[in-house]
């Protein structure tokens, strides 16, 4: 416990760094008085003593600090206190103060730590371009500037000129070799420029026909052993021997550059091989060609090679090794598809004039016809019958129905497989061209040919599905799954045709077992929200449609359904949003366009619906009803000479028009016009030519009343008179027309809009229901398994 200390009151760590000897504070100087005696008298012009000590005799005298505390202190005689002025600013005494900073600005000095007070930075040095190492930079950049010069000359086609800039790179090249050698700098030269040089010299000669300069060049390259892989140049000089017809150097020169290009490099060797063969054929050694062909098809086959070596073949009269050399030819692969090949492109105009020269000639024929003659010699007959087939599926792709329907109809008389898969795809056609008698007459031949064949009896459920015979046309869809479980068509129909019936539960569990197999088909997730739609369940209706959304972002159909569902259920937000998308992806639905005209017009935006309603008269400009609404947009909007004019337009258009001649007659008298007595007579007119018809054909009207199929097609002909109706009821703070008279407006409309008319119900492919049911492709069916 002796060690122990209890502290009694707690200590300052920070104390003692602020204490320092007053000795070096001249700013309390003043108030020093020991100082200022000495000053007053002599004792402060004696020199200065000089003491081995610090401590001299001069007692210790308390001195004020400049905290303001009292401190004992040594005399300061022995260490002369100095208070020197330099360059106007005051010699730091101790490291208490920071560096830069003074309490008091004395002798004129200021507080500048970054010294901004000795005026702006000097101008940077202005770059010597008289040093050797700028002269060599300068050197450099006009040879690469006049490489690429030459280069850019020759693109097009300026030949001579490239040539001369070329030469000029080649002076200025040398310039700066001896530039470099006067200024010691021999040991840096540019390979790489010196290379570019001498190369683009050596091409430029060769495009210009002077092969000896041009072969010299590449002498001076491919002798320098600095450079790297210059032997592959050794090609290019054989090639100018080729043009010179000095065949044997060029036989040298190819083989030269063949012996200094690696196996790494198989394309090029290739390449050089080939040439090699093609020299051989020019000199007439046909022998020689031919063993540099055959290494080529047996190393990287191609279609040049194989037919140079049928040539060889020819040349020499060797029949066999000719047709091995044509089977090692068709062999090769043509990058396209056989099936492909003979179908014209869209884009490129001069290859679809190959292709339609090329389509039916002689060579063509002997494909299509010879060989499948040959297989059926053959001991592989069998394959000919599908051979057969694979030339109806040509002509289907180039959508040469009738020859494709003459190659199926000669399995008629064949045997029961080949007879149901021939038959199968005729049916297919038949249908496609809505000839329904014949295809159900093929899809009886090929289930009778083959009763397990699922395509044969989904073909006869369609025909049957065509004649609303919905319960048969079910069996057969059940009878092909039966057959195959994994058939997706048949499953599909199947659900199609229960919802014809009315079976919804039974069609919806068709569609989510198709969901299960065909995860991302938006066909089948359509089909699925149209059923919820259909059990009065819209939410769910609404997350299958989003689904077809995530798949087919495009789909103007899909948005509009899904904005139909939600104003259905009062959002009208989100129902505008996928209304506008469908528009903007189809600007030509009339349902979506007079939806979004009467949103506007309900949200008191006049003006923006007039867009929508004079697209609606671009696309049935037939229908007065468009222009009417563009007009009712104008009064609404306040704009009542645009709307006075566009009236007098309708009027133009449709003289026997009673809303126009009423609303004319009506803003001519608002608005003063003398016009308001002609366009009043003519309403009068036709007002009384409109009684006088409805007294002549009294049992029409009666009819429509009656005839429920009438009444619809009239409701739905009137529609855009509803929309009107509904506009005019709507209120508008600006419009002076709708409290005059309102039943003498609405005499000839009917209720403000009325039960929308129903949608198009149809899937990505906008497809309609009717006829949406899968119809059996051609593809794996045509072939046996």
């Not at 001991?379 to 109806?392: M, P």
């Amino acid at each position: 416990m002796e060690n122990v200390h209890l502290a009694l009151e707690e200590d300052d760590l920070y104390s003692g760094y602020n204490d320092y000897n007053p000795t070096f504070d001249s700013e309390e100087l003043e108030n020093d008085v020991g100082f200022q005696q000495a000053v007053r008298t002599s004792h402060g012009r004696r020199p200065p003593m000089t003491a081995k000590f610090p401590g001299t005799a001069i007692g210790a005298r308390p001195l004020v600090s400049s905290f303001g505390s009292r401190i004992p202190m040594t005399s300061s005689v022995g260490r002369p206190m100095t208070g020197a002025v330099q360059d106007g600013a005051t010699r730091p005494m101790t490291a208490v103060r920071a560096a830069g900073y003074t309490s008091s600005l004395t002798r004129g000095s200021t507080f500048d730590p970054l010294g901004q007070s000795k005026g702006p930075a000097p101008p940077l040095e202005a770059k010597n371009e008289d040093t050797p190492e700028e002269k060599i930079k300068i050197l450099e950049k006009k040879v690469n500037d006049l490489i690429e010069e030459s280069c850019m000359a020759h693109s097009m086609g300026s030949l001579q000129l490239a040539l001369e800039k070329a030469k000029e790179a080649g002076r200025k090249e040398r310039a700066l070799v001896r530039q470099r050698e006067q200024s010691g700098n021999a040991d840096h030269i540019n390979l790489d420029l010196t290379y570019s040089v001498l190369l683009n010299l050596a091409n430029q000669y060769e495009n210009n026909e002077m092969y000896p300069e041009a072969l010299n060049s590449y002498q001076v390259i491919v002798k320098n052993k600095m450079f790297s892989n210059a032997g592959r140049l050794k090609v290019n000089m054989a090639n100018i021997y080729f043009k010179q017809k000095n065949y044997p150097k060029a036989i040298k020169f190819y083989r030269m550059a063949l012996d200094q290009i690696s196996n790494a490099h198989k394309e090029m060797r290739i390449k050089i091989m080939q040439n090699i063969g093609v020299v051989f054929v020019r000199m007439g050694q046909y022998s020689d060609a031919i063993t540099s062909f055959e290494h080529i098809m047996s190393e990287s086959p191609n279609i040049k090679t194989g037919f140079n070596l049928i040539l060889c073949y020819y040349a020499i009269g060797d029949r066999e090794r000719m047709k091995k050399a044509f089977q090692k030819l068709i062999s090769v692969p043509l990058g396209i598809d056989d099936e492909d090949k003979y179908i014209p492109s869209n884009d490129d105009t001069s290859s679809n004039m190959v292709t339609e020269a090329i389509k039916n000639d002689k060579l063509h024929q002997m494909e299509r016809d010879l060989c499948v003659d040959m297989v059926k010699s053959s001991q592989y007959v069998e394959l000919a019958n599908d051979l057969e087939i694979n030339k109806a599926i040509t002509y289907l792709r180039q959508k040469d129905f009738n020859q494709a329907v003459e190659t199926l109809k000669t399995f008629e008389k064949k045997d029961s497989r080949v007879k149901s898969a021939a038959a199968t795809n005729l049916s297919f056609l038949y249908f496609l061209e809505k000839d329904y008698d014949q295809a159900d007459r093929y899809a009886d031949l090929a289930m009778t040919a083959d009763r397990y064949n699922p395509a044969a009896l989904i073909n006869k459920g369609n025909t049957v599905f065509i004649k609303q015979d919905y319960e048969k046309a079910a069996e057969f869809y059940k009878e092909a799954l039966r057959n195959d479980s994994s058939c997706t068509e048949a499953l599909y129909n199947l659900g199609l045709t229960y919802k014809k019936l009315n079976r919804l539960e039974e069609a919806l569990d068709c569609f989510l077992k198709l969901h299960a197999i065909l995860r991302n088909s938006a066909q089948v997730m359509y089909q699925l929200a149209h059923l919820y739609e259909l059990l009065e369940d819209p939410q769910q209706a609404i997350e299958w449609l989003m689904q077809v959304i995530s798949v087919t972002p495009t789909d103007p159909q899909a948005l509009a359904k899904l904005g139909e569902l939600h104003d259905g259920e009062g959002d009208k937000s989100q129902a505008f949003q996928y209304y506008y998308e469908s528009f903007r992806y189809f600007p030509s639905n009339i349902d979506v366009i007079e939806w979004l005209g009467a949103y506007y017009i309900e949200t008191q935006f006049c003006e923006k619906a007039i867009q929508y309603f004079e697209r609606a008269t671009l696309i049935q400009p037939t229908q007065v009803k468009w222009q009417l609404m563009v007009a009712s947009c104008y009064r609404r909007s306040g704009n009542y000479q645009k709307a006075l004019e566009t009236y007098k337009d309708i009027h133009h258009k449709f003289p026997e028009n009673v809303e126009c001649l009423r609303f004319l007659v009506r803003l001519c008298t608002d608005m003063g016009l003398k016009e308001v007595q002609e366009y009043a007579t003519k309403l009068k007119k036709v007002e009384k030519m409109k009684e006088i018809r409805e007294q002549v054909y009294p049992p029409m009207k009666r009819m429509s009343q009656s005839c429920p199929q009438y009444s619809s097609h009239s409701s739905n002909s009137t529609k855009g008179e509803r929309l009107s109706a509904k506009m005019r009821s709507l209120p508008a703070s600006s419009e002076p027309y709708e409290a005059s008279s309102p039943k003498e407006l609405d005499a000839s409309y009917m209720d403000p809009l009325g039960p929308q008319m129903e949608r198009p119900k149809t899937g990505a492919k906008r497809r309609t229901e009717d006829d949406d049911f899968a119809d059996e492709e051609l593809g794996d069916d045509l072939l046996p398994e």
